[in-house]
DNA sequence: ACTGTTCCCGTAGGGTATACGGAATCATGG
DNA sequence: CCATGATTCCGTATACCCTACGGGAACAGT
């Protein structure tokens, strides 16, 4: 209770309520125009640039101004939040089996991670609890539920795919962002830093490391995320709907190959 | 190019390099006592809190003389990050089966992270390539190769463990982190904000939500978040164990192409 | 005492969030 | 036209942050 305003949630839901004050002096700005100028500085600029003066001389504004429309930064970063969280239109399709769905999920949620880098830089521990963070677990539990798996696990899965798909779209943002902040690509990072190989290496102490280096099984970085992250989902989802259909067996062979990738295509 | 000073490779790897030097004015600090330094400050009061400044005042020198050890903030934070990732100690135990193995190290990564919640506020997109990170690197492919996986297959199986144990050890530490800062466990967070469900949240538009809620397939935060890791590290686990059971062999000196990237990313 | 080397650190500059209190601007009622 | 109430607007002041630069201090060896 010590900190809560209690000024954030109807902020959040603030479409849902078009409640209109006629007196007093009329706003210059507005909720939205103070959210919609965060997130286009932070996608410029990154989040520690949408600082409360930054946003208020894009508006034209005095710093202090910001504070009749928000009531700290922190809320004002969670306003941005869930604007980017809805603005992926997670939309419930019945017809889309178990896969597509997860697929759509994914791809939407890299898409929303590489436009909106500053979403790494975000905690979702405690997320806000507005109209897009709940899009995003409706979606996911309608998804899961559908396959009819035992209701103690539905939210176990969503969960688990949930957190899987954001530490990969995480991963890629960052790397985009590294790439645009410094110029620089990963690869060329790692080429630049070969004296780690050259000199510093213990060939000795990384046995394992070794072994599959000499038999070519380290390819360049982008490959390795995006293989382990198709390779790790296939899993998960082979999993779930495995325990869903006692009849179907594991055959070994089977794994991610095209076709049944959930990455964007 | 541009910005790599060149000089970060050798402090991480300080302690494989005995040299020392002695002319000149003997120091009054070393690197390893600015590092331990910055870690006890970012343990106690986060990352932010560990400035040059108050590092330097810890230690009772001046601000600047801090860049006699280190070239930079970012580089202390590097050395940082290393540091606890080696004091792990993952070791490699040839005995032990494949699931202890990950269960071992998804125990200690989970205990790195709730020791270190600062941890959470650093990428490790570019990770600081030191002993800690390698040994980590060594520590998962090793367990991975022991299963006989095809050389294709371990690293993506190795960083999909990794993303996965990763991810919800972060989560963890974010939460007890808030926990402690905010003197609230999430909880009482969530109590707090019971105006969502009562005045906010719309039924109609959250049908598979409304229907897990009323089948009481919600629990407390913590029991969802632990369920949702051991279920999905299982699904994990089970899927690769599963597709390399007919075989049940390692080989790990099969021969193939060379490696032909830059290093293992 | 001199030299080479290294460590130590003061200064200066351009950033940050927000509590507080008063000024400005509107609709309305008389 | 003026008074009133409600609301928006914003200037000020505070205490932090990182690090480039360059000069002074302290040591070993001769």
Redesign the interface.
């Known amino acids: 209770?010590?900190?809560?305003s209690?000024r954030i949630?109807p902020l959040?839901?603030r479409h849902?309520q078009p409640a209109r004050r006629t007196t007093g002096r009329p706003p210059r700005l507005s909720v939205d125009a103070v959210v919609t100028a965060g997130i286009r500085i932070a996608d410029a600029d990154g989040l520690e640039a949408a600082s409360m003066a930054r946003v208020a001389a894009d508006l034209g504004v005095a710093t202090m101004t910001l504070y009749t429309y928000v009531p700290s930064r922190a809320d004002l970063i969670d306003l941005m939040v869930d604007e980017v969280l809805a603005a992926r239109g997670l939309t419930?399709d019945p017809e889309a089996d178990f896969r597509a769905k997860v697929a759509d999920f994914a791809g939407r949620t890299r898409a929303m991670h590489v436009a909106h880098p500053w979403l790494?830089d975000v905690?979702l521990?405690?997320p806000p609890?507005g109209p897009g963070m709940?899009a995003e677990?409706?979606f996911m539990?309608?998804a899961v539920?559908a396959l009819g798996l035992p209701?103690?696990?539905?939210?176990?899965?969503?969960?688990?795919?949930t957190?899987?798909v954001?530490?990969?779209a995480r991963?890629d943002a960052?790397?985009a962002r590294?790439r645009s902040t410094?110029?620089?690509s990963?690869?060329s990072?790692?080429?630049?830093?070969?004296?780690?190989?050259e000199?510093?290496?213990?060939v000795e102490?990384?046995?394992?490391?070794t072994?599959?280096?000499?038999?070519?099984?380290?390819?360049?970085?982008e490959e390795?995320?995006q293989?382990?992250?198709e390779?790790?989902l296939?899993?998960?989802l082979?999993?779930?709907e495995r325990s869903v259909q006692p009849g179907r067996q594991?055959e070994?062979?089977r794994?991610a190959e095209p076709g049944r990738q959930a990455g964007p295509g």
Do not use: C, K
């Open positions: 209770m010590a900190n809560f209690g949630l959040l839901w849902t419930h790494t905690s521990v405690r609890l709940l677990r409706e539990i309608a539920a209701v103690e696990r539905v939210n176990r899965a969503a969960l688990a795919i957190a899987f954001y530490a990969f991963e960052e790397d590294l410094s110029g620089q990963t690869e990072w790692w080429l630049e830093r070969n004296e780690l190989w000199r510093w290496f213990d102490a990384h046995p394992a490391m072994t599959l280096w000499n038999a070519g099984g380290f390819h360049s970085a390795q995320t293989g382990a992250f390779y790790g296939n899993l998960l082979d999993g779930i594991a070994p062979g794994q």
